[in-house]
């Protein structure tokens, strides 16, 4: 008789259920002054882990308002915004709903947008750092590191995002150079201080289709070339005004270059490598010549520096296009690996010295505190 008492208790109990759709909503605001601005285009794509995709656009109102609801919740689906204004791509972090909540989630997100520009001489490439890391196979992995600041108060769209397109036919704003015989399908960002929607590939190399708003912005990216006999050419043409151009090499290679000068042996996280650059700067459309010969009594079984690139793109996270997730909600628990890749990605900016000494180790050992209470 218990159990049967204890069975129609348990039934007279209310029952919950977990949220299935939620709502995301927000308001688009001018950079420059912070205003909210109506009559913006907003898209929201939705996206799954197989790779299917649905969007939906609606205009801010006079108070620069946007709201898409009846969203489905799960970690197995993402969504994005996107902002089009003055011919320029304003993409937003990729966002998450949960599904764990009784009540229907609400994210409420902000997009900024800028007055646009097209003139190329906004854009000065403050760092271009060419890592060459040998691999097997007759190919080299190559990191190409990249700090780059737009010196307007404007938006730099590029010149093809100030032209007439049929359709919703996406555009390169910034480009980069690559060497002419890169195998553009391994092309993979790792990390980027911008939101990257699309890779556009260019007879130059490669575009993406952001706008660039005004301030400095990091970007870094990997890919394969093949070389003969040993030989690799990793020459290109400088698309804007660049002030450090440097190539990173072990001392297995010789580099030859009409515009780099060996300094000398540098050591870069316990690694070292020789460094070749350019004393003076860089203009826009000058031609880089680069032959990087590797030496022919290298043990092919010790060349494993291609490894070493994917693992690094597989501890932070490379994906087809980087889109910055937000946190789901701020009760959500840290993971061991994401302790880890935010470590990873602090001690990059630390060699890129986008970051103080104190401020550094500060950050470090707080995560390292996370680490070793484990994720809570």
Do not use: C
Not at 115 to 125: F, G, K, L, R
Not at 156 to 183: C, D, K, Q, W
Not at 290 to 305: C, E, K, Q, R, V
Request: charge should be negative; charged fraction near 25%; hydrophobic fraction near 35%.
């Amino acid at each position: 008789m218990a159990g049967v008492a204890a069975l129609a208790l348990a039934a007279m109990q209310p029952q919950t259920t977990a949220a299935t759709t939620g709502t995301i909503e927000g308001r688009v605001l001018d950079g420059s002054t912070n205003e909210p601005l109506g009559g913006v285009q907003v898209t929201l794509t939705s996206g799954t882990a197989q790779g299917e995709t649905e969007t939906e656009s609606v205009v801010t109102d006079p108070k620069g308002r946007y709201r898409f609801e009846d969203l489905t919740t799960g970690d197995d689906l993402f969504y994005a915004l996107d902002a089009r204004y003055k011919g320029g791509l304003f993409p937003g972090s990729a966002i998450t709903l949960p599904e764990d909540t009784e009540e229907e989630p609400v994210i409420d997100t902000t997009l900024k947008v800028w007055d646009t520009i097209d003139d190329p001489a906004s854009i000065v490439v403050e760092r271009n750092d060419v890592f060459v890391l040998e691999s097997e196979n007759g190919k080299v992995g190559v990191l190409e590191a990249f700090q780059i600041t737009n010196v307007s108060d404007k938006a730099y769209i590029g010149r093809g995002g100030s032209m007439e397109t049929s359709g919703n036919a996406p555009v390169p704003s910034l480009g980069f150079s690559l060497p002419s015989g890169a195998e553009q399908e391994q092309l993979q960002i790792y990390e980027s201080s911008l939101d990257i929607p699309q890779l556009l590939r260019t007879d130059f190399g490669f575009g993406i289709t952001t706008a660039i708003p005004p301030g400095n912005f990091t970007i870094t990216y990997t890919y394969s070339l093949p070389g003969t006999a040993a030989s690799y050419d990793l020459s290109r043409r400088v698309l804007y005004p660049t002030l450090n151009f440097a190539v990173f090499t072990s001392e297995k290679f010789v580099v030859t270059s009409n515009r780099l000068e060996p300094q000398g042996s540098v050591e870069i996280r316990d690694r070292a490598y020789e460094q070749f650059s350019t004393k003076d700067d860089l203009d826009a459309g000058a031609s880089v010549q680069i032959t990087a010969l590797a030496d022919a009594g290298t043990p092919p079984g010790l060349i494993a520096g291609m490894v070493g690139v994917l693992v690094l793109v597989a501890l932070l996270g490379a994906i087809p296009f980087v889109r910055r997730r937000r946190p789901k909600t701020e009760t959500r628990p840290s993971s061991r690996a994401h302790i880890m890749q935010e470590i990873a990605s602090l001690d990059l900016a630390r060699e890129r010295d986008e970051i103080g000494e104190p401020e550094w180790q500060a950050a470090r050992q707080h995560l390292k505190d996370k680490l070793e209470k484990g994720p809570s």
